[in-house]
Each structure stands twice: as structure tokens, then as C-alpha cells.
């Protein structure tokens, strides 16, 4: 839903980009309860001051760049988070960038769980230094 006079933001990607998304994220780890992963990100401009991200490209995290951490579903180490940085830093054409995304099951609307909203801010503040 979108409130008159608020910008909206688009986020489309390909059928193939997701379908090899959702291949990766949903296969099993060693301990692990969920996989994680990078994708990459351009933004563009739809009418009036609307968004578009357009997805282009998925990072899988290699399962050795997990952190064996069973208070939360998933950590990734400081070897995933340079990588992504790097990757954004010294990217394709320097315009792009990267967003952390897992799956959440369920039904309806995706929400951030409580682990989420508690670990996802110090992810971002690790990226941003």
C-alpha cells in the first residue's frame, strides 16, 4: 500500500534470478539452520520520484564463511562480510549495491523476527565501515 504523496520503491528481478535464489537458500547446511546470501542491486527511476531496484546477480556464501552459532539461525563471518564489501567497492561499475537476504516460511506478508531486527542492524553497520 502506498500513501498519496509517499515514494514508492520496485524491486523487480528476473524468473531465473529467483528461481536460482531460492535453489540456494533452500538447500540444507552442515549446522546451519538457514542459508544466507548477497544480491546485487541498480537503481533506476519509474514516474514521478518512484524507485526501481533491479536485481542482477546472487552471491551464494560458502558454507565454510558461516560462523557455528546455534543462538541464531544463521551467522556468516567476517570473510562473507569483506567479500561483500569488496564486491561493492570495487564492483562491475561502481553503481551498484548489494542486499543481505534469507527466506522466512510462512504465509502472507514476510515480517522481521525478533533475531532480525536485533542482528540485521549490526550487519549493516559492519558493511557501512
Not at 528461481?19 to 549446522?31: C, E, S, V
Not at 546451519?32 to 542482477?56: M, N, P, Q, W
Request: proline fraction near 4%.
Amino acid at each position: 500500500m502506498v500513501c498519496e504523496g509517499k515514494m514508492k520503491t520496485q524491486i523487480n528481478l528476473s524468473g531465473s534470478l529467483y528461481a536460482g535464489m531460492i535453489r540456494d537458500l533452500t538447500r540444507p547446511h552442515p549446522f546451519a539452520a538457514e542459508r544466507v546470501g548477497f544480491v546485487f542491486g541498480r537503481l533506476g527511476s519509474l514516474e514521478r520520484d518512484d524507485r526501481l531496484i533491479l536485481l542482477t546477480r546472487y552471491h551464494s556464501i560458502p558454507d565454510n564463511q558461516y560462523v557455528e552459532d546455534h543462538t541464531v539461525c544463521a551467522r556468516i563471518g567476517s570473510e562473507a562480510l569483506t567479500w561483500a564489501m569488496q564486491a561493492v567497492y570495487f564492483g562491475r561499475s561502481g553503481r551498484e549495491g548489494i542486499f543481505h537476504i534469507h527466506l522466512h516460511g510462512g504465509r502472507g506478508e514476510p515480517r522481521m523476527s525478533a533475531v532480525d531486527r536485533r542482528e540485521i542492524p549490526k550487519l549493516i553497520q559492519g558493511l557501512s565501515r
